[in-house]
């Protein structure tokens, strides 16, 4: 993998294990180390991180004032749905 414009390099320590099957699955696409970590972090990002990136943001907006109570929000669903069942 080339250094690609707007990359870092970072340090990590990584176990044996983990490593071992980094290099096969490299070895065997053709690709280098690095393609194979950046993919499996980015699909970390797209899990488990896109998780905790949500519930950041949801903590910035609730610390700027941009929240709903829940009591209003249940009395506008229950306006909701009596105005339907009428």
């Known amino acids: 993998m080339t250094k690609s414009q707007g990359s870092e390099s970072v340090t990590l320590r990584v176990p044996s294990d983990v490593l071992a099957s980094i290099k096969t699955i490299a070895d065997a696409t053709d690709r280098s180390r690095s393609y194979i970590i950046v993919r499996a972090l980015r699909t970390y990002l797209l899990n488990e991180g896109a998780d905790v990136l949500a519930a ?13 109570d829940i009591d209003d929000l249940i009395a506008d669903v229950d306006k909701i749905v009596a105005g339907q069942a009428a």
């Open 56 to 68: 950041i943001r949801g903590r910035d907006q609730i610390a700027a004032g941009e929240f709903e």
